[in-house]
């Protein structure tokens, strides 16, 4: 009886053993596909900076005499107005935005 009772114990303790062991590599599996989405991330990172640097520097000022108009300006030029009430809820939740002076 006793030493069915340890068996029957045993049993559970091998069985929670491999559950645990099954999840560790599940975790594991996750770590490196996270670590791998990291990698892949800096690289996207890198890739944007590089590209903003080359649009910065590309902005000489022989471009700047050749299109005056800022490029915020054509982008709202291209937008349908808001609805009123929109506009005044973006005042009211924005009002640094929609100071005159800035700077």
């Given at each position: 009886?006793?030493?069915?009772?340890?068996?029957?114990?045993?049993?559970?303790?091998?069985?929670?053993?491999?559950?645990?062991?099954?999840?560790?590599?599940?975790?594991?599996?996750?770590?490196?596909?996270?670590?791998?989405?990291?990698?892949?991330?800096?690289?996207?990172?890198?890739?944007?900076?590089?590209?903003?640097?080359?649009?910065?520097?590309?902005?000489?000022?022989?471009?700047?005499?050749?299109?005056?108009?800022?490029?915020?300006?054509k982008v709202s030029a291209k937008l349908p107005p808001?609805?009123?009430?929109?506009?005044?809820?973006?005042?009211?939740?924005?009002?640094?935005?929609?100071?005159?002076?800035?700077?």
């Amino acid at each position: 009886m006793a030493q069915e009772l340890l068996l029957d114990k045993l049993e559970e303790a091998a069985t929670k053993t491999r559950l645990l062991e099954r999840e560790k590599a599940a975790a594991v599996a996750r770590i490196q596909t996270l670590e791998r989405e990291v990698g892949e991330l800096k690289d996207l990172i890198s890739l944007a900076e590089s590209k903003a640097d080359e649009m910065l520097e590309g902005g000489s000022a022989s471009d700047a005499s050749r299109d005056p108009e800022p490029p915020a300006s054509k982008v709202s030029a291209k937008l349908p107005p808001l609805p009123e009430s929109e506009q005044e809820e973006l005042k009211r939740r924005f009002p640094h935005a929609f100071k005159q002076n800035l700077f």
